[in-house]
Structure formats: C-alpha cells, structure tokens
C-alpha cells in the first residue's frame, strides 16, 4: 500500500472514531456497581462494557478510553492479554488498568503484598496545587503488587502525619501504587471501589480522579454532586437538630449494640474465647451476620478495632472489660428510661450481673481477708489488674444504671467498690495509674493507704475523686471529702505545666471538670468555681462553631502518647489523632465523650448560661455524626472516634495501635454519649439523677469490714 493510499485510510479511522467515540464515553471491563462506574454515570458518562480485557481490546474504537477493573479483588488479579499494551498504544486507547497480572515494569513472580498501616502518599507533583506531594490519602487493606517505576503517581508507605507526611517518605519501605504507562495509568492494587473501601479523605481521592479522568477523556467540568457514599454522619454540618432527632440518635445508639452482635451469645462463646486469647491482640473479623445475639448475660464486647477491609467491613475487638460492662447497662437503662423499653433494662441487669459472676469480682476480689476485696478486674483477661479510672467508671455506670431503672440491688457492691479504691488511695488522694493484685498481697492495703505519692494526671486519677465525693455526699463520710479535696488541690496548684497528659492536655482537662463539678455541689466557694471556670474555659476555647471540640497536645516533657516522632513509630503504641496543635480533629473516645457528660454536670451545679450554651452545642454535633449506613450494619448508629470537623467526614491519623481513628467502643464511647444525650433531653444532672440513692444503707457495715480502724 502506498502512502497516499495509507493517508487517506489513516484519515477514514480517525473520522470513523469521531463519529462513534465522544469524550462523554467510556468502555468498561468491570461491573457496574463499581464506585468508579457508578460515579462516572452520575456525571453525564455513556458507560458500555466489555466482558473481559481481550474482547476490549479487540473491539473498541480507536482513541477511546477504556477502564479494566479489578472485580475479584483481590482474590483474582486481572488478566489481560499478551499484546494488550501494545495494542493500546496502536489503537491510540487511553486507559486505566488496576490490579492486573501482567503489566510494565511488574517484579517477576512477585507476591502480591497486604498492608495495614501503610497509606497511599502524592509522590509528585502531577495533580497540580489542589494536592501537592507528600499529601495522605487512605486506602485501606491494601493489596498490592510488587513493581518498579521511576515517577509514580502515587506510592505506598507506612507515614505519620495527618493530612501530609511530616517526616517525607524516610526510614521506611516505599512502593509504587499508580503509575503512568505510555497513554494509560496503572493502579497496583484496586482504587475504583473507593466508596466501599471507605478511602479518605474524600476531597483528596475526588482530586485523583477528576486528574485521571481529565487525562483519558479531556473532561474538566466534573462535579462530585453525586459522589458514592456508604456511610457518613447523619447530618450535615448546617442541618437543625431537633429533640426527635435527639431521641433517635439514643435509640439508634443501643440498638447498635444488637445490630453490631456485640452482645455475646452462648452459641459462639468459642468464637470469642478464639479471638480474644491472652488480651493482648484480642481482635479479629466481624461477628458473621448469621449469628445470634445474646441477651448480656455473656457480656458485651468492646466495639470495632480501626482496622477496616478491603470492602470496608471492620476488624472487632473480642474482648470484656469491666468497665465496658457497666458503662453499656448505664446507656441501656438510660436508653430503656427514656424510651420506655423494658428489654433495654433486663439486658442492663444481665450487664452488671455479669461482672459479678465472671471472674471481674471472683477470687480475691470477694474474699473480705483479701487486700484486692471489693475491686474490679480490669477485664476477663487481666482481672489481677486495677485501673482505677475503669474501676470508677464502670461504678458510676452501675449507679446510673440503677437510678434509671429505679433499684437498688447491687447498693452493696458498690459500697464495696469505692471503699475498695478509697482503701488503697495514698494520704494525698492519688493511686497511681494501676495496681496488681500480687502488689496488693504482698503489701496489703495499708502500705497503699499510707504511700505519699502525687500524680497529677486527671485521665487516671479524678473520676474517682469525683466517686468519693458522690459518697460522701450520701454517706457524710468525711474522709472521702478530704482526700478527694487534698487531691484536686494539688492538681490545680499543678495546671497546666505540671500536669500529666496521655494522648492529649484537651482528655485531661475534660476528665477534671466532673469532680470539680461536684466538688461546688458540696462546698460551693468562690475558689472551687474558680478552678472549675479555669478549666472549662480553657476547654471550651478549642469549641467551634459546629460543637465539636479540638483535639490539643500538651507540654512535650509530660505526655505519655505525644505526636508520632517518625514514620517507623506509626502504629506501635497509643497515640493522638492529631499531629500538631491546630489539627481540626475531635475525639470521641478520650475528649468529647467525657466532656458532654461533665460539662451537664458544671452546668447544672453552677448554672452558668455559658456551660449549657457548650452543652447544647455539644449535643448537636454529637447528633449530627453519629454514623449512618445501610451497608455496614454494623456501624449504622455508632461513634467512630475521630471526627474531621472542617471536611464533615471521619478520618485522622490513625497510629494509635489499639483504639484508631475508626474504633468505635460500646463503652467509653457509645455509653456516655447515649446517657448523657438522655440527661441532656430531660434537663437533668447525674447528679440530680441519682440523689435518692440509698447506698448508706450499707456504709457502716461495709466500712466496719473494710476500714474499721480509719472510721
């Protein structure tokens, strides 16, 4: 053929793939459910599809864009033909292939790798100001393939840092996650389900995509008005909350206890035993969706882990703690109160039955000669370790719990119970962070009662100051006052240099204010509101407009968990979910959770207007993300820890090994959100609530047993 002759042809195709292809087109090998499909469709595409990658290449026009999906992810990697890049290139088909077996640039035989804790970094600056290099984006559960390229797009490491890499891609493993191949990109791993993998940021996913969609088909004007989305906060950020809407956000919250099956039942006890082994990894895949639930007479597991699939199911935490046990019958009893649902009070009483029957108050815990008499195990794992902070509040849940259901039943072993942690409280008021049962045999309870020790640090040490003063003011048992006063002194006589933090100065400043609450309940002075406002204002400094309150690092010579010192430390210990002060993250499972229930309680001691103002906003913003999902049963009607408040969508760092940015906790969480929503619904105060206690009753005689010589 001549070149005249190969001209005109040349000129025949090109006007036949005008007349069949537009930039508004594009060809699929994948399903289409597929996130990328479904979005594209919403954006004015014309989607046609092929059954496989080698009738694609067979069949479509010349100078189409063509997208090869990887639907069997990541069970299956893509196959493609032989010759199918080269034919590409001829064909002139600009294209997207993820996941595929063969591609340039693949290491031979190289085994497809599955990450955790890795994330995907900008590694360039192909996607222009909107997302320069070093940004993070999530992608989670990645499987990926081994490969080699000289400029990706994007690449995979193990960083910290919340939105952008602070320490670069230094000191560990990198690997290229979507690169650039002649007229096509390939992705390692599968991208196109971004919705159901749960991806975040969403804006910094949508600026990916409209970059890779502007290159394979010349389209700019894309709108993300109709992004996928699987699960999100129930309302936006401008929406008007109401009382209703207040209400069926506490009846969402303890259903959620039965639609997680976080109540274990008897038939996969094993399950649970299986999972939850010694305690010190006790996580594993989702309770299946087939089994039963239990009544909380087996108890009630702690909630999601932060690890999330590949199709964005969760990763469980199966295991029981104490505190756990009681926070969940005080949300259920609360819940059960407001709603007049008496199934919500009989799994209450189960709740707390169970920690008196499991081995959380067996052995030396009930026997009277025992120094660790009366304590409550830290969980069914640990129950020879004492936290006094879990100790404390599993004790005010079982109190709530009883108040809202109008009994008195276990009176007595709560007596018991603050006695117990009052008994091994030092002269100063303080316990340190936990005691062993060994120590306490060794010792005896005296040694512990008569240590001269200080610890400023509210997260472990003042819920139970604020339990001995709530004692006191039912029994006029003086000792109680005084050491719980001694103690918030010299805390307060120590803010804010000397006090100590563990994963942010913002969870210790929400922790003091219950007992400083309660403190001017007893002796309303003008020093004991002085210390209260110090500390609520500083706090509500940090409260925007929304409600929510950011998250903030201490001194950096008194923190436990401080911001992630490199890439290698990420996820090897407890952590913020910030890394520098300013972030605009909220914590759910540290701060605001325990900040909603004790600023109810300065408001209403005090009654000062700005407190219930801050209240109020809380309550909102706590309604407004509360999760909402139809897909992820599971998690329809929780609170994930982290909350972006600026982007109205969960995500932060997630380095902390154990509680991430998406674990969720019926307890410590759920619990105290739940209660204090309902107490915030009737205007009411814990401390209002459980006045008409009748806990003395019992307090000379367990004091005879306990504290004869110190009454």
């Keep these: 053929m001549d070149r005249c002759k190969m001209g005109i042809l040349a000129l025949l195709l090109t006007a036949m793939a005008c007349a069949t292809v537009t930039k508004k087109t594009v060809y699929v090998v994948g399903s289409a459910e597929n996130d990328l499909v479904i979005w594209l469709s919403s954006e004015g595409f014309q989607v046609e599809f092929f059954p496989d990658a080698q009738s694609a290449m067979e069949e479509i026009p010349i100078a189409a864009t063509l997208l090869v999906l990887a639907d069997h992810y990541p069970e299956e990697r893509v196959s493609?033909?032989?010759?199918?890049?080269?034919?590409?290139?001829?064909?002139?088909?600009?294209?997207?292939?993820?996941?595929?077996?063969?591609?340039?640039?693949?290491?031979?035989?190289?085994?497809?790798?599955?990450?955790?804790?890795?994330?995907?970094?900008?590694?360039?600056?192909?996607?222009?100001?909107?997302?320069?290099?070093?940004?993070?984006?999530?992608?989670?559960?990645?499987?990926?393939?081994?490969?080699?390229?000289?400029?990706?797009?994007?690449?995979?490491?193990?960083?910290?840092?919340?939105?952008?890499?602070?320490?670069?891609?230094?000191?560990?493993?990198?690997?290229?996650?979507?690169?650039?191949?002649?007229?096509?990109?390939?992705?390692?791993?599968?991208?196109?389900?971004?919705?159901?993998?749960?991806?975040?940021?969403?804006?910094?996913?949508?600026?990916?995509?409209?970059?890779?969609?502007?290159?394979?088909?010349?389209?700019?004007?894309?709108?993300?008005?109709?992004?996928?989305?699987?699960?999100?906060?129930?309302?936006?950020?401008?929406?008007?909350?109401?009382?209703?809407?207040?209400?069926?956000?506490?009846?969402?919250?303890?259903?959620?206890?039965?639609?997680?099956?976080?109540?274990?039942?008897?038939?996969?006890?094993?399950?649970?035993?299986?999972?939850?082994?010694?305690?010190?990894?006790?996580?594993?895949?989702?309770?299946?969706?087939?089994?039963?639930?239990?009544?909380?007479?087996?108890g009630l597991l702690e909630g999601h882990s932060s690890t999330i699939y590949y199709d964005g199911s969760q990763q469980y935490r199966y295991w029981i703690r104490a505190d756990v046990q009681g926070e969940g019958a005080f949300a259920l009893a609360a819940a059960g109160s407001l709603l007049n649902e008496p199934n919500h009070f009989s799994r209450a009483e189960n709740l707390i039955d169970f920690i008196f029957q499991e081995n959380l108050r067996s052995g030396p815990r009930n026997e009277p000669d025992s120094a660790a008499f009366g304590l409550i195990g830290w969980s069914h794992t640990h129950p020879h370790v004492y936290y006094g902070d879990d100790n404390a509040r599993a004790i005010l849940g079982i109190l709530g719990a009883m108040a809202f259901m109008e009994r008195e039943t276990w009176n007595q072993e709560m007596t018991e119970a603050i006695l117990a942690n009052f008994r091994t409280t030092g002269k100063n008021g303080f316990r340190k962070n936990r005691l062993e049962n060994p120590d306490l045999q060794r010792f005896g309870w005296k040694h512990f009662w008569n240590r001269d020790i200080v610890n400023p640090a509210p997260h472990f040490e003042s819920w139970m100051w604020a339990l001995y003063l709530w004692l006191y003011d039912k029994t006029g048992y003086e000792p109680l006052l005084q050491k719980a006063k001694t103690a918030i002194k010299i805390t307060m006589d120590a803010y804010p240099e000397d006090w100590l933090w563990t994963n942010g100065i913002q969870q210790e400043r929400a922790r003091m204010i219950l007992p400083l609450a309660w403190l001017v309940r007893i002796e309303d002075r003008p020093e004991h509101r002085a210390w209260l406002d110090r500390v609520v204002s500083k706090l509500?400094?940090?409260?925007?407009?929304?409600?929510?309150?950011?998250?903030?690092?201490?001194?950096?010579?008194?923190?436990?968990?401080?911001?992630?010192?490199?890439?290698?430390?990420?996820?090897?210990?407890?952590?913020?979910?910030?890394?520098?002060?300013?972030?605009?993250?909220?914590?759910?499972?540290?701060?605001?959770?325990?900040?909603?229930?004790?600023?109810?309680?300065?408001?209403?001691?005090?009654?000062?207007?700005?407190?219930?103002?801050?209240?109020?906003?809380?309550?909102?913003?706590?309604?407004?993300?509360?999760?909402?999902?139809?897909?992820?049963?599971?998690?329809?009607?929780?609170?994930?820890?982290?909350?972006?408040?600026?982007?109205?969508?969960?995500?932060?760092?997630?380095?902390?090994?154990?509680?991430?940015?998406?674990?969720?906790?019926?307890?410590?969480?759920?619990?105290?959100?739940?209660?204090?929503?309902?107490?915030?619904?009737?205007?009411?105060?814990?401390?209002?609530?459980?006045?008409?206690?009748?806990?003395?009753?019992?307090?000379?005689?367990?004091?005879?047993?306990?504290?004869?010589?110190?009454?």
Excluded at 211 to 228: C, H, K, M, N, V
Excluded at 548 to 566: H, P, Q, V, W
């Design 80 to 298: 493609v033909p032989d010759n199918f890049y080269e034919e590409m290139v001829e064909k002139d088909i600009r294209y997207y292939v993820e996941f595929p077996q063969r591609a340039p640039g693949l290491i031979p035989d190289g085994k497809v790798m599955q990450n955790r804790l890795e994330r995907a970094v900008v590694a360039g600056n192909h996607f222009g100001q909107q997302l320069p290099a070093m940004r993070i984006l999530g992608v989670n559960d990645c499987h990926l393939i081994p490969a080699e390229a000289t400029d990706p797009l994007l690449v995979l490491a193990k960083v910290a840092g919340l939105d952008t890499a602070p320490y670069g891609l230094s000191g560990v493993p990198v690997h290229p996650l979507l690169v650039k191949s002649e007229a096509g990109y390939i992705a390692l791993t599968k991208l196109s389900d971004f919705a159901k993998g749960r991806f975040g940021p969403q804006a910094h996913w949508q600026e990916v995509w409209a970059y890779l969609i502007e290159q394979l088909t010349g389209t700019r004007d894309l709108t993300f008005a109709s992004w996928p989305r699987y699960l999100q906060p129930t309302f936006e950020e401008e929406a008007e909350v109401t009382q209703a809407d207040k209400q069926s956000s506490v009846a969402k919250g303890v259903t959620w206890f039965t639609k997680g099956k976080f109540y274990i039942h008897k038939d996969w006890k094993e399950r649970w035993l299986t999972y939850q082994g010694d305690g010190t990894n006790p996580v594993g895949p989702p309770v299946p969706r087939d089994f039963p639930v239990g009544d909380g007479s087996e």
């Design 540 to 711: 509500l400094e940090n409260q925007v407009e929304s409600g929510a309150i950011r998250e903030e690092l201490g001194g950096n010579d008194k923190g436990r968990y401080g911001r992630t010192k490199s890439n290698e430390a990420y996820g090897l210990h407890e952590a913020p979910l910030i890394f520098e002060n300013g972030d605009p993250i909220a914590d759910m499972l540290y701060t605001i959770n325990f900040a909603f229930f004790s600023l109810n309680e300065a408001a209403h001691a005090t009654g000062n207007p700005r407190y219930h103002e801050a209240v109020e906003k809380l309550s909102d913003f706590l309604t407004r993300v509360q999760v909402k999902s139809e897909r992820f049963e599971d998690l329809d009607g929780a609170w994930f820890r982290a909350f972006d408040y600026d982007r109205w969508e969960y995500w932060a760092s997630n380095a902390d090994v154990g509680w991430g940015a998406w674990g969720t906790l019926t307890g410590w969480t759920q619990s105290w959100i739940v209660a204090t929503q309902v107490l915030v619904l009737r205007d009411q105060s814990y401390w209002e609530l459980t006045r008409g206690s009748k806990i003395d009753r019992y307090m000379d005689e367990r004091l005879n047993l306990m504290l004869e010589e110190y009454k």
